[in-house]
């Protein structure tokens, strides 16, 4: 039976993945919850077959092959982690830098290995620069070197789509041509047609995931990509229903965000969700070599976030600058104000989030009150919920309470506010564009908790609330610590939001303890609750609306 869109062969992917993992990380009996199906004007995507609930694991994806970043700085290309220079040890057979010789046959090292010690061409730091990065062909050798000494990811790898001829003369295209097709034709003398490699480079460019290190000390760093096919089969949405995590072997687990009935797709976001409209559909039109028009995208209000909208300046208005053609597909559609129709263009305001961008880089990210000057100067310019002046209050949330100068007990009561203003504020936005189960949503629920914890705990200690406030505060904290577990126990504990998991586990376990006491502790520890005054008894003859409203107000 003819197989065009090379679905099988995605399928085999599958049980393949399903048999590299353990078994507690998803039933390897039950049967599958999806089907891979050709969708114009999507091309292969992934469809429910039943109704799937929020939370299920959907399927695990090994990679292909893992490598470097492109612009990744001097690494152990077996294990990846980082040397502090060029001239450690090196590879007795290739000489690139390696953590020594334990690494020389680890990992996927031995891929690239054979081809440069073959080539008979030894690398140096000296023919690398800015114009060619140091790992740029790295990852597209590997994927070649599968056709001799891995074809059946080989033929996996192949099956997926490069989009040569979007990509033919484009400047990325010209890059790719000097920088990984030259590199590797006249310096590691591959015997291979220029358009094959091209065809990697595509696949590379269309398909990787940026994947985390899993070293110990380096989880929050992005220094590998890898190829992850069933994950590439999902199709994009801005507002995406799946979410997925990474195991120490970088599998790929991916789980139900939302609940999925039958008949939706499985979707994932390949951009930003933090981003505006513009700014997503530039990215991914630039990487993925599609224009997106999802609803979010379509929609000048972004769901009703106003993500990218302006405030109108003129005198007496107040109303929301807009672009009227989101879609267009030079992003230069006139903005335009939804109430006095004044107008502005498309390259001013790309000018303006240009000049904020700039000053937020300039602000750094360890000094809050730099960032507050921003956000003080902008927030009669921009909707409050654009998201210059979100991304702003998701750098504070996580900046009160971490940097020296602002440890949480050191914070006043201005600045505890304002860190569960920036958190609460933030999950509203979560809400619409990146709801259920995220990584965010569980990172910024733990920073809400410990602000509302310590709040409640003050005002304790200095006999100012009732019993019954006191509690209301500590079981709002307990919530927060629930969502905190129920968004990041999918996360490895080798990973920071794994060991923000545990963290929080533990310290629910302690509330649960303290709330149960505080149920128990006599009232003399709290002020006494507020007696509300009740209403003085109305004759009927008092029933008339005038004299019910002389008598309400004289109360």
Not at 15 to 23: A, D, I
Not at 24 to 32: A, T, Y
Not at 289 to 294: V, Y
Not at 415 to 422: A, E, I, M
């Amino acid at each position: 039976m003819e197989d065009p869109y090379h679905i099988d062969v995605m399928y085999n992917w599958f049980k393949y993945s399903v048999s590299k993992v353990p078994p507690h990380v998803i039933d390897k009996k039950e049967k599958r919850k999806w089907k891979i199906e050709y969708v114009e004007p999507y091309g292969r995507c992934t469809i429910a077959t039943q109704d799937i609930k929020e939370g299920e694991v959907l399927f695990v994806d090994h990679p292909v092959v893992t490598g470097p970043k492109q612009t990744s700085d001097v690494m152990c290309l077996a294990c990846y982690r980082r040397l502090e220079s060029w001239d450690g040890y090196q590879c007795s057979k290739c000489r690139w830098p390696l953590c020594g010789p334990e690494c020389e046959g680890r990992g996927y090292h031995p891929l690239e290995c054979n081809a440069f010690a073959a080539s008979g061409y030894k690398p140096n730091q000296k023919d690398f620069s800015e114009a060619q990065y140091m790992y740029e062909a790295m990852l597209p050798l590997r994927c070649y070197c599968l056709t001799k000494m891995e074809p059946d990811k080989w033929k996996t790898l192949i099956a997926m789509e490069s989009h040569n001829d979007l990509r033919r003369g484009t400047e990325l295209w010209e890059r790719e041509q000097t920088n990984v097709v030259d590199y590797l034709l006249k310096k590691v003398k591959l015997g291979v047609d220029e358009e094959l490699l091209h065809t990697i480079t595509g696949i590379l460019d269309v398909n990787c995931h940026e994947v985390r290190s899993n070293l110990p000390g380096t989880q929050d760093q992005y220094l590998v990509r890898g190829i992850y096919p069933l994950c590439a089969m999902m199709s994009h949405f801005c507002v995406n229903n799946t979410h997925h995590t990474l195991m120490d072997d970088m599998t790929m687990v991916v789980i139900a965000s939302t609940p999925i009935k039958k008949g939706e797709q499985l979707t994932a976001t390949y951009t930003h969700v933090l981003s505006a409209t513009t700014e997503r559909r530039k990215h991914l039109k630039y990487g993925k070599f599609f224009d997106c028009a999802c609803d979010r995208c379509k929609d000048p209000t972004e769901l009703n976030m106003y993500f990218g909208a302006l405030r109108c300046s003129q005198p007496g208005c107040g109303g929301n600058i807009l672009c009227t053609d989101p879609l267009a597909p030079a992003n230069d559609g006139i903005w335009e104000c939804d109430k006095c129709r004044y107008k502005v263009s498309a390259a001013t305001v790309e000018r303006l989030n240009k000049l904020v961008y700039m000053e937020l880089r300039q602000a750094g990210e360890d000094d809050p009150v730099k960032l507050e000057t921003i956000f003080k100067k902008y927030q009669y310019v921009f909707h409050p919920q654009h998201f210059h002046l979100v991304g702003i209050k998701h750098s504070l949330s996580q900046m009160y309470g971490r940097l020296p100068g602002y440890i949480l007990t050191d914070l006043s009561d201005a600045q505890l506010l304002r860190k569960v203003t920036c958190c609460k504020d933030l999950l509203q936005v979560l809400d619409v564009l990146d709801p259920g189960i995220t990584r965010l949503r569980g990172l910024t629920v733990y920073e809400l908790h410990a602000p509302i914890l310590l709040q409640a705990n003050r005002a304790f200690q200095n006999t100012a609330i009732t019993k019954r406030e006191f509690l209301e505060q500590l079981h709002e904290a307990e919530g927060y610590l629930l969502k905190t577990v129920y968004c990041l126990k999918h996360e490895p504990l080798s990973s920071f939001e794994g060991e923000i998991c545990k963290i929080a586990r533990n310290s629910l376990q302690e509330l649960q303890k303290w709330i149960q006491k505080v149920e128990t502790l006599p009232d003399s520890h709290f002020i006494p609750e507020k007696q509300e005054a009740l209403p003085s008894q109305l004759s009927e003859e008092d029933l008339t609306l005038e004299t019910l409203l002389k008598k309400l107000e004289e109360q």
